[in-house]
């Protein structure tokens, strides 16, 4: 299985903080996506990283990819109460469906 | 990227009915996907489904339970047969507008509950 696996599984910062959270997969991979899930509506794509990518940004974004050890972070600075919400990471390959990880649940207080 | 919608967005069911699912996409797109997400769980793929061919099931979701329609590009429906109270979930149809991408686009989801 490539399943993804967040890390923290649940995270409470305060507003103006910095917030990170940790993916981790198991096999190779063709590209990672993080996903975000407001009250369990539908998911809102963020960012997709490619595996010979190592960074990418995105407004307050920034995802990291470290292929050597199967790990992924996405980091949202200057949080607001506004991205409190779940995040997921999803790993893809060729011709194999996306696996996503159990989430972290992100609780921003004002 | 696409824009989806799904219908109903939520619905309460009894015991041994079934529910269909509607999802629409404002394009057309090749790949549609069904997914669950059971109470405070991830996502679960259901099933692949392509326009004209017989839906690809995941292992665990058999067609008898998970009947998908895929009549033309733009549309899909999952029904969920015989229901009980474990198939109370979030149900979510995405898109993979662009096959080179990779990158799928959700609609806003369907929130079962069976009594």
């Known amino acids: 299985s490539q399943q993804g696996e967040e890390d923290p599984q649940a995270l409470s910062i305060q507003e103006g903080e910095n917030a990170t959270m940790n993916c981790s997969y198991k096999?190779?991979?063709?590209?990672l996506q993080w996903y975000r899930q407001n009250s369990g509506r539908g998911l809102v794509h963020l960012i997709l990283?490619?595996?010979?990518?190592r960074e990418k940004h995105s407004g307050r974004l920034r995802v990291t990819l470290d292929t050597s050890k199967k790990s992924s972070s996405l980091l949202i600075t200057a949080s607001r109460a506004a991205d409190t919400a779940s995040y997921f990471c999803?790993?893809?390959?060729?011709?194999?469906?996306?696996?996503f990880g159990p989430g972290t649940r992100l609780s921003v207080l004002p | 990227s696409a824009v989806i919608s799904q219908k109903p967005s939520r619905d309460i069911c009894q015991r041994g009915t079934s529910l269909t699912i509607q999802c629409q996409v404002d394009?057309?797109?090749?790949?549609m996907f069904w997914y669950r997400q059971q109470p405070g769980q991830s996502l679960t793929l259901i099933a692949t489904?392509?326009?004209?061919?017989?839906?690809?099931?995941e292992s665990g979701f058999v067609i008898d339970k998970f009947p998908i329609s895929r009549p033309n590009l733009t549309f899909s429906t999952l029904t969920v047969s015989n229901m009980s109270p474990e198939d109370s979930s979030i149900y979510l149809c995405?898109?993979?507008?662009?096959?080179?991408?990779?990158?799928?686009?959700f609609g806003p989801g369907t929130r079962l509950t069976v009594t």
């Open positions: 394009s057309q797109v090749t790949m």
């Open positions: 999803a790993t893809g390959n060729y011709g194999q469906n996306f696996v």
């Open positions: 096999t190779s991979i063709n590209n």
């Open positions: 990283i490619r595996s010979n990518e």
């Open positions: 489904a392509n326009q004209g061919s017989e839906a690809t099931y």
């Open positions: 995405s898109v993979e507008p662009d096959r080179s991408s990779y990158e799928q686009y």
